[in-house]
């Protein structure tokens, strides 16, 4: 039997990532869960920003972000840089992450402590309600070499990506693998 708990109980695991931005000198990160691919060509990602968010006004200035996919030892950081604002903090600072720049887009900082950095150029943005959707197309990706296997997958038991649970509150680390995709016909 099921019971009805109302359309704002709508929930599912999301990804745990940390969005990092810069405009001239400012440097700033934030914490996002409602962040997803949307397209494999090219390649490109949507993460959702409250409108009011100060990272969002960087973004909007430079025009790109790096998205950074902590591992499960960092939830105390990433939840840090969830609840403290950039414009009066430097976050950087206060987890004790190291900004790094590629080559593409050096105003652009990624955090070196997260296993796994995707660089991205701003394309397109919507608005929605009290929100901003920032669509980027990815412009390249780090990770770091320990967890590539030899046919250069990124091995996902090295990344130890979590995600955020908002029915609870709660960060909850993926678990184990339970099968492969089965390509063909139904």
Same mark, same amino acid.
């Given at each position: 039997?099921?019971?009805?708990?109302?359309?704002?109980?709508?929930?599912?695991?999301?990804?745990?990532?940390?969005?990092?931005?810069?405009?001239?000198?400012?440097?700033?990160?934030?914490?996002?869960?409602?962040?997803?691919?949307?397209?494999?060509?090219?390649?490109s990602?949507?993460?959702?920003?409250?409108?009011?968010?100060f990272?969002?006004?960087?973004?909007?200035?430079?025009?790109?972000?790096?998205?950074n996919?902590p591992?499960?030892r960092?939830?105390?950081?990433?939840?840090?840089?969830?609840?403290?604002?950039?414009?009066?903090?430097? *976050?950087?600072?206060?987890?004790? +992450?190291?900004p790094?720049? @590629? =080559?593409?887009?050096?105003?652009?900082?990624? #955090?070196?402590?997260?296993?796994?950095?995707?660089?991205?150029?701003?394309v397109?943005?919507?608005?929605?309600?009290?929100?901003?959707?920032?669509?980027?197309?990815?412009?390249?990706?780090?990770?770091?070499?320990?967890?590539?296997?030899?046919?250069?997958?990124?091995?996902?038991? *090295?990344?130890?990506?979590?995600? +955020?649970?908002?029915?609870? @509150? =709660?960060?909850?680390?993926?678990?184990?693998? #339970?099968?492969?995709?089965?390509?063909?016909?139904?």
């Amino acid at each position: 039997m099921k019971i009805q708990i109302g359309s704002s109980k709508v929930n599912f695991p999301m990804p745990a990532v940390l969005v990092t931005c810069q405009n001239e000198n400012k440097l700033d990160i934030i914490a996002i869960a409602w962040a997803s691919m949307i397209s494999l060509n090219p390649p490109s990602l949507m993460v959702s920003f409250l409108k009011t968010r100060f990272s969002l006004s960087l973004i909007q200035k430079s025009g790109s972000f790096g998205l950074n996919v902590p591992c499960s030892r960092d939830v105390d950081k990433l939840n840090h840089c969830g609840i403290v604002s950039g414009l009066t903090h430097d *976050k950087f600072i206060d987890v004790a +992450y190291t900004p790094f720049y @590629g =080559e593409l887009y050096p105003q652009t900082p990624l #955090i070196k402590e997260c296993p796994m950095n995707v660089l991205c150029k701003t394309v397109q943005s919507i608005e929605y309600e009290d929100r901003i959707i920032l669509f980027g197309r990815v412009e390249e990706v780090f990770v770091d070499s320990e967890a590539v296997t030899e046919s250069k997958q990124i091995d996902l038991e *090295k990344i130890k990506p979590f995600v +955020y649970w908002m029915s609870g @509150g =709660e960060y909850w680390d993926i678990g184990t693998r #339970i099968g492969n995709v089965k390509r063909g016909k139904l």
